[in-house]
């Protein structure tokens, strides 16, 4: 896989910078409330951690960096009747809905976070991304589901 030659603070900083906005966002609508259903009635709390910076939300994002996730690739996807299933021997073909040299969605658990072409470095698959998700559109989208 290709890295870019961004610094990893840009990363960061566009993750930091979507965490403000959903703050606000949150803030600025009544209805719902700080903490959402984890909350469990208490008053919610600063997230912290142990150090001070600036505006505090890169100290948070830095918590989270080592949290290992499930990235996976996924090719397509097709409904097949169990009885086919059961048939599936080694040679078996099975079609799938997305078409040939048509972007791959890159998922991290299970959450779409880019899209990409699928690449051969060293006898090995990878996947080049062509289009990511920004990083606010990702909050969006864990928001409302």
């Given at each position: 896989?290709?890295?870019?030659d961004k610094p990893e603070d840009d990363?960061?900083?566009?993750?930091?910078?979507?965490?403000?906005?959903?703050?606000?966002?949150?803030?600025?609508?009544?209805?719902?409330?700080?903490?959402?259903?984890?909350?469990?009635?208490?008053?919610?709390?600063?997230?912290?951690?142990?150090?001070?910076?600036?505006?505090?939300?890169?100290?948070?994002?830095?918590?989270?960096?080592?949290?290992?996730?499930?990235?996976?690739?996924?090719?397509?996807?097709?409904?097949?009747?169990?009885?086919?299933?059961?048939?599936?021997?080694?040679?078996?073909?099975?079609?799938?809905?997305?078409?040939?040299?048509?972007?791959?969605?890159?998922?991290?658990?299970?959450?779409?976070?880019?899209?990409?072409?699928?690449?051969?470095?060293?006898?090995?698959?990878?996947?080049?991304?062509?289009?990511?998700?920004?990083?606010?559109?990702?909050?969006?989208?864990?928001?409302?589901?």
């Open positions: 896989m290709a890295v870019d990363g960061m900083a566009d993750w930091a910078e979507a965490l403000q906005e959903q703050k606000t966002a949150d803030s600025s609508s009544g209805d719902i409330e700080p903490g959402g259903v984890l909350s469990g009635g208490e008053a919610p709390r600063p997230f912290s951690a142990g150090g001070t910076a600036a505006d505090g939300s890169s100290s948070d994002i830095n918590m989270v960096l080592d949290i290992p996730v499930q990235l996976s690739v996924e090719l397509g996807r097709t409904k097949v009747p169990i009885k086919h299933i059961l048939q599936l021997g080694q040679g078996s073909v099975v079609e799938l809905d997305a078409l040939a040299g048509e972007p791959m969605d890159v998922l991290v658990n299970g959450y779409l976070i880019a899209q990409g072409e699928v690449v051969v470095v060293n006898d090995k698959f990878g996947i080049r991304l062509t289009d990511v998700v920004t990083p606010s559109e990702r909050l969006k989208r864990l928001s409302k589901g």
